[in-house]
């Protein structure tokens, strides 16, 4: 499942859903929907799942010198008391929800993902960390990919940091975890 979501400031006001597609695809659609609203590069950011099956199309990102932010769920957070930075990525959405912030799709799968998946403290570090998809998935639930798509185009740390990257130059390899300021 491929999900790309367009979000203006605090509202989500496109959504797309691909079913069984191949992610290059996915970033294709991405591409025509920013060209279709106009918007140039410099207006616009990319937030791509960096692990797995989507470190593998990255490279379309830079070559066509989008501003692309690449999400590594495993990555290190901004505050220690995270785990990892899909779990800051959750607490940071479950804040917006909870002050009113934000507006989503009326979508009941996104809805149902966003209100089922839990979280745990690691005994030994003290940090939270939220439910791996595998467990969420051996609980009989479907995987958390739209859930985990909003949270991803919400999550602030990236416009704070300025943790967008431009054309890879130096030794930056798509996939590391490292990023360079524009």
């Not at 006001?13 to 918007?39: C, N, T, Y």
């Not at 901004?78 to 607490?91: C, L, V």
């Not at 791996?132 to 740390?157: H, N, Q, T, W």
Request: one cysteine or more.
């Amino acid at each position: 499942l491929e999900v790309l979501l367009v979000a203006i400031k605090s509202e989500i006001v496109e959504k797309q859903i691909f079913l069984h597609a191949e992610p290059a695809s996915a970033v294709e659609a991405g591409f025509r929907m920013q060209s279709d609203a106009h918007w140039d590069n410099g207006q616009c950011y990319h937030v791509a799942d960096a692990g797995g099956i989507g470190q593998g199309v990255l490279f379309k990102f830079h070559r066509a010198q989008k501003q692309v932010y690449e999400f590594h769920f495993g990555g290190k957070p901004g505050s220690r008391d995270y785990e990892n930075q899909i779990t800051e990525a959750w607490f940071r959405f479950a804040r917006l929800a909870k002050r009113r912030t934000i507006h989503i799709p009326n979508d009941p799968r996104l809805l149902q993902q966003l209100t089922s998946r839990k979280y745990f403290t690691d005994d030994k570090s003290g940090k939270l960390y939220v439910e791996p998809k595998e467990d969420y998935r051996d609980r009989g639930l479907e995987s958390p990919d739209r859930a985990d798509c909003i949270v991803m185009a919400f999550y602030d740390r990236l416009q704070a940091s300025g943790q967008i990257a431009a054309r890879p130059q130096g030794d930056h390899r798509i996939g590391d975890s490292t990023r360079r300021r524009l």
